[in-house]
């Protein structure tokens, strides 16, 4: 059994007295890639952004139960959300470059957690572009604006700029679907090779997607965790009746 990167137990969340999650509890492991899958409004993204308490800027919110990394639950009112969003980067579903170089883009978390060393911010740049594959394409023009960037470049680079503060758990929010085929498959391989070093959460609704990312995957419908586990087996031998009627497209 792998270590436990994410706990959630029994998260409750609703939005204007409507449940959203219910008696969510699943242990998503360390520096592996979870999928989270499920029919369009079963919950998915709410989750996802629980973990980093981007739910926080939903009006009428209500969360319960824990969700601990490290043994703290960030759920609790104290917890410092610019040290948890340190911890804890996220890539949304369209890339969303700021309005400013491509370095630029990559220094800015480090410079807003202090750090100030010209030469540290000029490796961080280079460490980060390198990790996900975009140094080589870009190094001779970082001072360009990043909205010069095809969409799957931005996309990477929104990849370098949340691993630029040294996240440990990354949360990918269909972080593919605004992008051509082969830069998906980009942003894909950029996962699968940064996967042994964080702890990965990737919300889809393409199965083949999901298939071929996946470590651990958690199933979710209405709210429920309906089955998690081990992919090859979710993905194989689905215990539940839900889970396979979903992965047969029965409904999706
Ligand atoms: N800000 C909000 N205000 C009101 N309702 C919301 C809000 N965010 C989410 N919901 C509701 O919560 C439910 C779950 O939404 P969520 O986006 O988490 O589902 P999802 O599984 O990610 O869906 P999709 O695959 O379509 O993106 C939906 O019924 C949605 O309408």
Known sequence: MSETGISVKNLNVSIDNREILKNISTEIPKNQITVIIGPSGCG??????SINRMTDLVENVKTEGEILINGNNVLDPATNLSDLRKNVGMIAQAPNPLP????????????????????????????SLKRVGLWDEVHDRLKDPASALSLGQQQ???????LAVGPKILLCD???SALD???????????????NDYTIVFVTH?????K?????????YLGEVVECGPAHEVFTS?????????????FG
Do not use: W
């Not at 220094?107 to 490796?123: C, N, Q, S």
């Not at 393409?206 to 999901?210: N, V």
């Not at 689905?238 to 029965?250: F, M």
């Open 181 to 195: 085929p082969l830069s998906a498959k980009h942003i894909e391989d950029e996962l699968i090779s940064l996967r």
């Open 212 to 220: 071929r990312l996946a470590d651990y995957a958690v199933f979710l």
């Open 206 to 210: 393409i199965l083949r997607q999901a």
């Open 238 to 250: 689905p215990k539940d009746p839900r889970t396979k009627a979903y992965l047969e497209g029965v």
């Open 156 to 162: 990477r680079l929104c990849l370098a700029r949340a």
């Open 174 to 176: 269909e972080t593919t």
């Open 44 to 49: 998915k993204s709410t989750l996802l952004r």
């Open 100 to 127: 400013m170089s491509i370095y630029d883009n990559v220094v800015y978390g480090p410079k807003i957690h202090g750090m100030r060393d010209p030469a540290i911010l000029d490796e961080k740049v280079e460490l």
